[in-house]
C-alpha cells in the first residue's frame, strides 16, 4: 500500500509513495464514498512528498483516464507538491497550468506545504478541511516521507 488516507465530513487527505493503479482505485473508492457521505463535491487534499517518484506511464494513464469523474466530485482538488529550489517551483507551475487549462477554473491548486491549503479553500469548508488535515497531522502523514 503506496499511499494512505484520512476522510471525514466533506475532505479527504491522501499521501503518495510509489502510485499504483490499484491505489489510484483505491483513492477513486475513497473520494466516491466521501462525496456520497456528503451529498456534495468535497475538498480533496494530496500530499506528494520530496521523495515521491513520479507516477509510471501506465498509472499516469489510469488516473488521466478517471480524472473527469475526480473533478466531479471535488469541490476544490489541492496537490501539495513538496521540495525547495526552481526545479520543485517548475513543477508546481507545470502542474498547476496543466491542471487549470484542462478542467474548470478554481478547482485545482497547487501548494508547496500543508499550511498553504487551507487559505485556498472556500470559507464555507474550510473547517472540514482544517478537521482532516489535523487528523492527518495527528497520524504524521503531513510530514515526512510517503508510504512504501
Known amino acids: 500500500m503506496s499511499c494512505e488516507f484520512v476522510s471525514g465530513n ?3 487527505f491522501a499521501v503518495w509513495g510509489t502510485p499504483t493503479c490499484e491505489d489510484v482505485d483505491r483513492l477513486l473508492q ?11 463535491p468535497i475538498v ?5 512528498p520530496v521523495d515521491a517518484p513520479a507516477p509510471d506511464s501506465k498509472v ?4 488521466t483516464g478517471h480524472m473527469p469523474r475526480v473533478v466531479d466530485c471535488c469541490d476544490s482538488y ?4 513538496e521540495g525547495d529550489g526552481f526545479g520543485a517551483a517548475v513543477k508546481r507551475a507545470v502542474l498547476l497550468s496543466l491542471f487549470q487549462i484542462r478542467w474548470r477554473h478554481g478547482t485545482f ?6 499550511e498553504d ?4 479553500v472556500r470559507p464555507a469548508l474550510r ?9 492527518a497531522a495527528a497520524m504524521q502523514l503531513t510530514v515526512g516521507p510517503g508510504p512504501r
Do not use: N, P, Q, W
Not at 30 to 40: D, V
Not at 78 to 81: Q, S
Open 109 to 114: 491548486y497547487v501548494h508547496s506545504s500543508v
Open 117 to 120: 491549503v487551507l487559505s485556498k
Open 60 to 63: 499516469r494513464a489510469y488516473l
Open 30 to 40: 475513497e473520494l466516491f464514498e466521501c462525496e456520497a457521505r456528503e451529498g456534495a
Open 127 to 135: 473547517a472540514r478541511a482544517k478537521l482532516v488535515l489535523d487528523r
Open 10 to 12: 466533506g475532505a479527504l
Open 78 to 81: 489541492h496537490v501539495i507538491l
Open 44 to 48: 480533496y487534499v494530496t500530499r506528494v
